[in-house]
């Protein structure tokens, strides 16, 4: 639209005034349309001399670093990948506490971004997604606000590396930074991704995160994706995912009785994060589900469906 083409104009036009000729930007790339829509504005006003970074913390969903990645780089952006997998899995070996998991995800992301930057040499700038309401609403632990600003968050590091902030949406409503990420080129399925937490499958994988129950929740996360898009429902709901429970329970195959892990679906309907409502979602679907993840899926055999609304569960079950 106009207002979006002018706003991407002064946008541009203000930080090629505030970066001289020969200085750097930097930015975390998140996969996000907030930290998306910001990198590829700074990319427009500076080219080259933006250098992102994408850490892969080996808690992302199926093919999520090539999507990212593959985007990125077809729009010509300077970007740094890190695969951090070994690094942060290593960290979470036998921790079960929820939120001893986001502080070791939290803290490891830090360290994996600031040693990246380090190597880029002398960086002026700091390029960060935060849109109006990060600003004006208080924090609320784990709200909307914390649901952003934790992607984007890469603690004292401005103030350690000295560097300038760079945010270009901080005037700018979630719903104008998709119409800008459209107006930019991004993908349909880049702009309407659902959210994602920042401490990723780690949160969904009740008690331990290992690299065989990450196998596991990656594959059935994948199939809920793809029946979900395939249905038309993906675009519909708030957000829709699988959960990796710390339970075995019998089956049967054949003529044997198996003991394997369990799977909750939670899709829920919202409007800000803050309430949600399970998602009255068709029968036939649950049954697709259900029968593709006990076939497909190895070491699963029974999916539930989880019919709780926030409040007084949350979204999330960690
Ligand atoms: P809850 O589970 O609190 O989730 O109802 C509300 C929204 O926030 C997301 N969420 C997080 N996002 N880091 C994030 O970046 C987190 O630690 C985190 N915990 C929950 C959740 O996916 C939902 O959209």
Not at 91 to 112: N, S, Y
Not at 171 to 194: H, S
Not at 202 to 212: F, K, L, P, Y
Request: glycine share 8%.
């Amino acid at each position: 639209t106009w207002t979006m083409a002018s706003f991407i104009e002064e946008a541009v036009a203000r930080i090629s005034q505030t970066v001289g000729p020969e200085e750097k930007v930097i930015c975390a790339l998140s996969g996000g349309v907030d930290s998306s829509v910001t990198a590829l504005l700074v990319h427009r006003a500076v080219g080259e001399r933006l250098v992102c970074i994408f850490v892969n913390n080996g808690l992302l969903r199926k093919g999520e670093a090539e999507t990212v990645l593959d985007f990125f780089r077809h729009s010509h952006l300077n970007v740094r990948y890190v695969d951090a997998s070994d690094l942060f899995l290593s960290r979470l070996a036998g921790v079960t506490d929820p939120e001893e998991k986001r502080r070791i995800i939290g803290h490891t992301f830090i360290e994996v971004f600031e040693a990246e930057a380090q190597k880029i040499g002398e960086v002026k700038y700091l390029a960060q997604g935060t849109l109006y309401p990060d600003i004006i609403e208080s924090v609320s632990f784990r709200g909307p606000s914390a649901t952003i600003k934790s992607h984007h968050n890469v603690g004292g590091l401005p103030e350690r590396m000295k560097l300038k902030l760079i945010e270009p949406l901080k005037e700018l409503f979630k719903d104008e930074v998709r119409e800008l990420g459209q107006e930019l080129g991004m993908p349909y399925e880049l702009i309407w991704r659902q959210p994602f937490p920042g401490p990723g499958l780690a949160i969904r994988i009740i008690g331990e995160v290992t690299r065989d129950r990450l196998a596991i929740l990656r594959e059935a996360d994948a199939i809920v994706t793809e029946e979900m898009k395939a249905s038309g429902w993906y675009y519909k709901v708030w957000q829709s995912f699988a959960v990796l429970l710390p339970i075995r329970t019998v089956g049967v195959m054949g003529d044997e009785r198996t003991y394997e892990h369990v799977v909750a679906l939670r899709v829920v309907d919202s409007l800000d994060a803050m309430t949600a409502d399970w998602t009255r979602l068709p029968y036939d679907l649950l049954a697709r589900l259900s029968g593709r993840i006990i076939n497909e899926v190895q070491g699963v055999n029974r999916v539930v469906f989880d019919i709780s609304s926030k409040p007084p569960a949350t979204i999330e079950w960690e």
